[in-house]
């Protein structure tokens, strides 16, 4: 094996997908595994915590060997591990850390914390390299929604985030009234195509003083339509409700973005999150960024969505700093962007 070359395995297991990837010299994905287990928490309507630790549990071994395998290497190539530490369930988490922990160990090779949220937005670069920076970087996951000055590793500042839901919650709740299964952000993206986003006048989700969200009172908005249509025994278009959510969702997002690119400053605009594939959402910010002519970056659909390539990147970064964790590393449900220090 090439000493000049360095493999990263990726771990992510923070919410419902146990996913390994492997990456070369910090940009070439060699393999990216997913085992999503959304077939299973359909069942109940949303992610079960204990449910989602054990599945991880049972199939991570399984999803690395398969990392490696893809990849044509084998455990004894790997430079160094780099896992998801938090935010997520802390079950879930675990699952990823101890993991990794005991790969780190037993290989004597770093072992590397990754926060998920920024992962995210290293989606990009894996498909951007050369973005120029500083970047204002809107991620929307479904936990959270921030939108964030991204100047450099380390080098980043929250500028807002929502007060309550997260914008894929709130597509995920509304979709549930709607009677679509989870998650809810595809099949109601799905719905609104036959849709007429200006159908239902609706409250918008920024709050653009301080460049906050809050997405509680759209979606209360939405369900109490659709109540009040059920109760008195109107047929209400579930297509037009869900375009009309979509669309206020989507320029209540952007509003926050504009007022930020209007201070000036930066150099390009990145999305990153799982909601960012969302198609009319992708196109409004490509188009935001053309009406101030700066480059637009969005991952392709599976490095929106949680997976380990994103987390092998932030690692690959931290890598070349030397910024290895202990083996005491524990996992953090609410760490926040620029908070972790490992
Ligand atoms: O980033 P992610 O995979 O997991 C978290 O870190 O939360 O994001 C998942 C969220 C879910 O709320 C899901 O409904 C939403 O992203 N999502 C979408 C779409 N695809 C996934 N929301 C709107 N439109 C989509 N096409
Ligand atoms: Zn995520």
Redesign the pocket.
């Known amino acids: 094996m090439d000493k000049e070359k360095s493999y990263i395995l990726g771990l992510e297991t923070?919410?419902d997908e146990t996913s390994a990837a492997v990456l070369l010299n910090g940009k070439e994905i060699k393999s990216n595994i997913i085992s999503s287990q959304i077939p299973i928490h359909r069942l109940y309507g949303g992610v079960v915590p204990e449910i989602a630790s054990r599945k991880h549990l049972e199939v991570v071994n399984e999803v690395i060997d398969e990392a490696l395998a893809e990849a044509q290497i084998t455990l004894q190539d790997l430079s160094a591990i780099a896992v998801t530490a938090g935010p997520?369930l802390v079950g879930a988490l675990l699952i990823g850390v101890s993991t990794a922990k005991a790969l780190a160990y037993a290989l004597k090779i770093p072992l590397i914390a990754v926060n998920?949220?920024a992962?995210?937005i290293y989606a990009n670069f894996l498909e951007t390299p050369d973005l120029p920076l500083p970047s204002l970087c809107l991620i929307v996951?479904?936990?959270?929604t921030d939108l964030v000055a991204f100047a450099g590793h380390n080098d980043l500042k929250i500028l807002g985030s929502t007060r309550d839901d997260a914008a894929g919650e709130a597509f995920d709740k509304v979709a549930r009234v709607l009677g679509l299964s989870y998650p809810g952000g595809p099949a109601l993206e799905k719905l609104a195509q036959n849709g007429n986003p200006k159908a239902f006048p609706l409250p918008s989700a920024s709050i653009n003083e301080n460049t906050e969200y809050s997405f509680s009172g759209l979606k209360t908005a939405v369900i109490n339509l659709h109540h009040k249509a059920k109760q008195k025994g109107e047929e209400i278009n579930l297509a037009d409700l869900a375009a009309s959510f979509q669309q206020v969702v989507v320029k209540s997002l952007l509003e926050n973005v504009r007022v930020e690119l209007a201070k000036g400053g930066y150099s390009s605009l990145m999305l990153a999150?799982?909601v960012a594939a969302n198609k009319v959402l992708r196109q409004a910010m490509e188009e935001l960024a053309q009406e101030y002519n700066l480059p637009f970056s969005v991952p392709a659909m599976i490095l929106c969505?949680?997976n380990a390539a994103m987390i092998a990147a932030v690692g690959y970064a931290k890598y070349q700093q030397g910024k290895f964790a202990g083996l005491d590393l524990n996992a953090y449900p609410a760490l926040r962007l620029g908070q972790d220090d490992f």
Do not use: A, E, N
């Not at 996951?141 to 959270?144: N, P, T, Y």
């Open positions: 923070s919410c997520g998920h949220m992962g995210h996951s479904g936990g959270h999150g799982g969505t949680d």
